[in-house]
């Protein structure tokens, strides 16, 4: 068998495909499948960005009428609504999310990515991405305003003249307020990366606040108000 020229290709062919598959898929999946995996709700409830609470309280009716309160539960909601949007929108066709640990990216885009990180169901399926015709947006939490992301997907070229990203007016209702996709998609890039301790690591401002058991939401709305005093 090894002197023919047939035998050689089985090797090199079927053999190695089934290498391949036993050590990239197989072994994996026998190492991993009993590692628990965070749901939505509790991924949510380790901490309500401040820009969430923003949303509610610039567009108060619209904000109740879509999610009700600023909770765990109505974040949770949002940021599945996001990813799902994410998903949909193919926004992974432009934008990647892992910081690779090569070229110096952590310089430009923050920590490298760990796999943790993705140890959620928010992150099903995989968002990585294989291009970025824009930036990665897996440390986006903070680094801009709502006010920035609202004008952005409203029209991007308002914000960034050379911008080639798409306009997403279906993401606004007829009086340009952000509807129920709008907020679900600025909360769900607004949360990429804030559960990191460098978080916001760009700019100069106090960490988020994080909504914890004996907070109530407006403690947390007024911490948020801290942080923009600050920020001027
Ligand atoms: C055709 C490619 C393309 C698609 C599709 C696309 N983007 Fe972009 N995006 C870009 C480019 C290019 C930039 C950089 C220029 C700019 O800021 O507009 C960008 C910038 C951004 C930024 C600003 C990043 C920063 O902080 O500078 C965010 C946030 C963003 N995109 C989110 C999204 C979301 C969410 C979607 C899907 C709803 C999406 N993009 C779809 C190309 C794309």
């Not at 990813?83 to 923050?110: L, M, N, T």
């Not at 991007?156 to 509807?179: G, H, K, L, R």
């Not at 709008?182 to 949360?191: D, K, L, R, T």
């Not at 058991?213 to 108000?225: C, I, K, L, N, P």
């Amino acid at each position: 068998m090894f002197e023919s020229k047939s035998g050689i290709l089985a090797i090199g062919g079927v053999g190695f495909f089934v290498f391949a598959y036993i050590v990239m898929g197989a072994l994996p999946w026998t190492i991993y499948k009993d590692q628990p995996e965070k749901s939505i709700l509790e991924v949510a409830s380790e901490g309500i960005p401040h820009e969430f609470v923003d949303l509610a309280e610039r567009f108060p009716a619209q904000f109740k009428e879509h999610f009700g309160e600023v909770s765990y539960e109505s974040f949770a909601a949002a940021l599945e609504l996001g990813r799902d949007i994410y998903v949909g929108e193919a926004c992974w066709h432009c934008h990647s999310q892992f910081i690779r640990p090569v070229s110096r990216e952590d310089i430009r885009w923050g920590p490298i990515a760990h796999a943790r990180e993705y140890n959620n169901e928010l992150q099903r399926p995989v968002l990585f991405g294989t291009r970025r015709v824009g930036p990665d947006l897996s440390r986006e939490a903070g680094r801009r305003s709502n006010d920035w992301h609202i004008a952005h997907f409203y029209e991007p070229t308002n914000v960034v003249a050379a911008s080639v990203m798409p306009a997403y007016p279906w993401f606004f209702d007829e009086a340009d307020v952000p509807n129920k996709r709008g907020m679900a998609i600025i909360a769900y890039v607004q949360w990429l990366g804030s559960w990191l301790d460098e978080y916001p690591y760009y700019e100069e401002a106090p960490k988020a606040p994080k909504l914890d058991d004996d907070a109530s939401s407006t403690e947390v709305a007024d911490h948020g108000h801290d942080r923009e005093q600050e920020e001027i």
